[in-house]
């Protein structure tokens, strides 16, 4: 049987600056800011990735409207911060592997495992991990929570979320049911 860890599956785009950033070298700075910051301190971006966006951009002097939100959202905000969730574990030591493309140009590398490229490689990482890690600044049903494992969801602060990740590791904390229908269900119901 192999260790305890968590296992995050995510592609890693190259988070520098693309070419769009350089016709602005404010778009361009506000760019490396967010990726310096969030790879370090992922939970600055709070639980709402617009808010974060809009705040960097006005306080830059910078028109949101005048940026292309899905790349900084897509391209940077969202890669940027699931970097800096796995470094959050790593410094915890909480054993970690990271799947996907990308993860080789991180500070996180040693702890790459490379692409995975098929359904079958796929379902031995899930099926290896204690747990698996969902990267996102929100909480939405995702496709790893239809997996049958459990799934760390990121906590508002980072010591309740190195301490779920440890307690996920000692199979202390049930799996969260993150279906939007069966939680309305439930409101229902504890109404009537």
């Known amino acids: 049987t192999k260790p305890a860890h968590l296992a995050i599956l995510a592609d890693i785009p190259n988070l520098a600056p693309p070419a769009f950033t350089t016709e602005f070298s404010s778009h361009r700075l506000v760019w490396e800011a967010i990726g310096e910051q969030l790879t370090t301190d992922p939970f600055a971006v709070g639980t709402d990735v617009n808010d974060y966006l809009y705040r960097k951009l006005r306080n830059a002097g910078i028109d949101p409207a005048s940026v292309d939100r899905l790349a900084f959202i897509d391209g940077l905000i969202l890669p940027a911060f699931t970097v800096g969730v796995a470094g959050v574990l790593l410094e915890a ?60 969801t990121v906590a508002r602060s980072r010591s309740q979320f190195i301490a779920d990740a440890r307690a996920m590791l000692e199979d202390a904390m049930p799996p969260e049911t993150t279906d939007a229908a069966l939680r309305a269900e439930q409101v229902l119901c504890g109404l009537s």
């Open 93 to 152: 030591q909480v054993p970690l592997t990271l799947h996907g493309a990308g993860w080789d140009a991180t500070l996180c590398r040693d702890h790459a495992r490379g692409p995975v490229h098929t359904r079958q490689a796929f379902d031995a990482i899930v099926n290896g991990a204690t747990a698996l890690v969902r990267p996102w600044p929100v909480v939405f049903a995702h496709e790893i929570d239809a997996t049958g494992r459990l799934v760390l």
